[in-house]
């Protein structure tokens, strides 16, 4: 099955910048999304940004636009997420999800577009 790998994660003051990484390994061939997720404690998850190839486009929630820049690359099946201006609120987990047919009508916030997920990478922004 398909692995997906988060790295990037750790403890920042406000203001500064982190770059998030995820690649996936295994059957990768039929992922056509990307998207990264974050869960707070006591929150629920919640899409972050992502991605979709051919034809390309990308999502940024609200709090994150003017901030956080998704990438990748289709044929690695690889994304990043480079995070500037981190505020304290940015702090959580950031899971990698990926996804395949026949999902692609899905919206970029579903969590069912995404058939695969990382074990997530800590992001913690101290104020």
């Known amino acids: 099955q398909v692995q997906l790998v988060e790295s990037g994660g750790g403890l920042v003051q406000t203001g500064r910048s982190l770059r998030l990484s995820c690649s996936a390994s295994?059957?990768?061939?039929?992922?056509?999304?990307m998207g990264w997720f974050r869960q707070a404690p006591g929150k629920e998850r919640e899409v972050v940004s992502a991605?979709?190839?051919?034809?390309?486009?990308?999502y940024y929630t609200d709090s994150v636009k003017g901030r956080f820049t998704i990438s990748g690359d289709n044929a690695k099946k690889t994304v990043h997420l480079q995070m500037n201006s981190l505020k304290p609120e940015d702090t959580g987990v950031y899971y990698c999800?990926?996804?395949?047919?026949?999902?692609?009508?899905?919206?970029?916030?579903?969590?069912?577009?995404?058939?695969?997920w990382g074990q997530g990478t800590q992001v913690t922004v101290s104020s």
């Open positions: 999800g990926a996804g395949v047919p026949p999902n692609y009508a899905l919206p970029y916030d579903s969590r069912a577009k995404y058939t695969y």
């Open positions: 295994g059957p990768t061939f039929s992922i056509y999304t």
């Open positions: 991605l979709t190839w051919n034809p390309f486009s990308t």
